[in-house]
């Protein structure tokens, strides 16, 4: 398995709130930068990907992408008490195969 | 997003028998199925990748003999659980993509329990 580090966590934030959550990778060839949510004893959903170096901001969510420092990151901006979740970081690698980090479990506090 | 389907979503065992699972794209030709495991509160370790119409890829550490993988079709794969012991116990969740897509679109996933 290729290495795809997260924070375990678990991250609390209070309502409105910005939340960071951030993942390391070990391959240098690595493409493709996904974030998924995962509620309890469900599959995992997609929220963004991206590949290229900068910012992608869709809605409240923000990816961040540094392949230099092989680091990508999610920014939630006005936390919600619905994105109470478990996020995954899934990197595609140039075989196509998908790896996923171990998820950070976030908390959003009414 | 494309759609996934996966049957079945929760399925109880008993130990040494054996378990298949299906994965079916339900609106697109899926060239590459991805099957995962995840045990509580860890993340999802892929097992295998299979390509149409062509022996699956298994991740190192996976027995490929006792998980039976077989992509068919463009729009199915199955995984067989053979001899099933209560280690196996786990959720089972297939992705699946084509060349045309970036992201890979997730079945819904099976809970499996042998006991």
């Known amino acids: 398995q290729k290495e795809v580090e997260q924070n375990s966590g678990p991250l609390s934030v209070p309502e409105g709130a910005i939340a960071s959550l951030n993942c390391t990778y070990s391959?240098?060839?690595?493409?493709?930068f996904f974030w998924y949510r995962q509620y309890s004893g469900k599959s995992p959903e997609l929220i963004m990907f991206i590949y290229s170096n900068g910012d992608k901001e869709d809605g409240r969510f923000t990816a961040q992408l540094n392949k230099a420092s092989q680091y990508v990151s999610l920014l939630i901006r006005d936390s919600q008490p619905s994105d109470s979740a478990t996020y995954l970081c899934a990197v595609k690698d140039t075989g196509n195969q998908f790896y996923f980090g171990t998820g950070t479990s976030l908390t959003v506090i009414p | 997003g494309a759609v996934v389907s996966q049957h079945p979503s929760w399925v109880i065992c008993k130990s040494g028998t054996s378990v298949k699972i299906e994965c079916r794209s339900l609106d697109f030709q899926a060239t590459t199925m991805f099957w995962y495991r995840q045990f509580p509160k860890q993340s999802l370790m892929l097992m295998a990748t299979?390509?149409?119409?062509?022996?699956?890829?298994?991740e190192q550490g996976v027995e490929k003999d006792k998980f039976l993988i077989n992509h068919a079709s463009l729009t199915l794969s199955t995984l067989t659980v053979t001899s099933a012991h209560p280690e196996d116990s786990s959720f089972y969740i297939c992705?699946?993509?084509?060349?045309?897509?970036?992201?890979?679109?997730f079945g819904q996933g099976t809970r499996l329990t042998v006991v």
């Open positions: 992705s699946a993509r084509t060349d045309l897509n970036t992201e890979a679109f």
């Open positions: 391959d240098r060839g690595s493409q493709s």
């Open positions: 299979s390509n149409e119409g062509s022996k699956a890829t298994y």
